[in-house]
């Protein structure tokens, strides 16, 4: 028996060119993991990765179908206006082929019902932590020739019972190493799964359905480690969990063996993980085992903000750990929404004053970032219930599984829009720029990053006093001034 595990393509659009939360960080393992409980349970196995090819549907499927599978499983992300094209490769394959087709993994598990309405052709899909109910399923399926209705397995026009979560992380296979994740030098590894936080824009809790973290033991961390290094070539390890750091002393004391860990590998390494997990001794240590960076979701420099969001953090706690990252020599990345969907114009100006205050706009690449971000609300979120309710969601056909929003003041969404434009021009000028190595020696950075602090402070002023349109001329001016600074 064989399955066919499938990436889907999903194409960078001028409109999504910054927006990289389709998928957290943690679903780059969930094709590797699928493989390798497949070929345990004793199936042949084959990986096709679509995400950067540029073949219409008919190649597409046609190549898939080469493969001659018994069960084709996407691991369907959020594809940006692309779900039409995996709709009619899943035509495509069922006309031609008895295989039984399926997808799994966050988009599907958010969207499972909605998703079998819109593909008809898909047969089932895998909700949540999926690993128990491959296992459970494919053994069945060698002998039944069909998909089983378990718990985890919704079935096209059946009911579905949810699956518990996995007892034991530790008993888990160690995942293959495939697709893009192979191209990096970093390998991404998972210590934990889930986190205890509940913070209203995310999915890592409803993909779990609950706000529980749970880790592995140390002993299968290490062997999975060993297993995974001797397959290539890796200069570092970047620990995916979605919070790697948990509450209380015995998890930072488990967060520094982990350090340690790494460190015997001879391994540098890059975690991610929330703000009040962190004590400047913890850090000292990881930075000793070898720790260069740190990914936190601090998300706002408002604490109305952080009420709102259910953050359950102060800004006064990320003023001292923010300071604390930067003067440990672990390089900082930040999750920041700028424009948060109720937010006032006043939240906007404390944002900004925020980031100043900790020297966190002297680099274009992050002042970019840090004054673009809007809330992205995907089809199974809780602020596309929330905002469907109140009547906020703007809503395209072309888009099926995403919305744009109304935003509770209206110039609060004119300045996100204004800077949407602006920062997609930036974008696309940084983005020529990586092909020109040698013009980066001239690009003027400092220049841009002051363009785009200056844009940022003449939109909210303009729209401060309700000139819409004035606002839209500020941008035009700001948008003009940046491509004649950044014509190199
Ligand atoms: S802390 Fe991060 S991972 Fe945890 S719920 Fe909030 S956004 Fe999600």
Redesign the pocket.
Known sequence: MKIVIVENPRPLTAEHYNDVANA?LSASLNSGYALAVARRAGWETAYMDFTADHWDEAATAEAILAEDGDIVLFHWVYSWGYEEFVRSVLELLSRNSKAALGAFGLFPTLASARLQLFAPPLDFVLVGEFEDTLSELLPLFTKRRAVAALPGVHLRGGSYVARPLIADLSLLPAPDDVGANCAYTSLNVAASRG?????S?????RYYGC?RRRVRDLVSLERELETRLARRNVESLYFID??FIGQGDGERGRAREIGEMAQRFGLPFGF?T?VDGITDRLLATLAECGATSLFL?I?SGCDSVLRRI???ISTEQIRRVVRAVQNSGIELHL?FIMFEPDSTMAELQENYDFLEELGLLDRHELTANLLYHNQIVLYGSAAWERFGGEGRLLLEERLPFEARYRFRDERVGHVCTAMGRLTSAYFAALGRLRQEPSAAAVYPGSAVNALLKEAFRALCNAAQAGQSLVVESVEAECVARLQRAVAL
């Open positions: 957290p986190c205890y936080g509940a913070c824009f995310c999915f890592i809790h706000s979605p919070t991610e929330r979701g998300e259910g953050k359950r999750g």
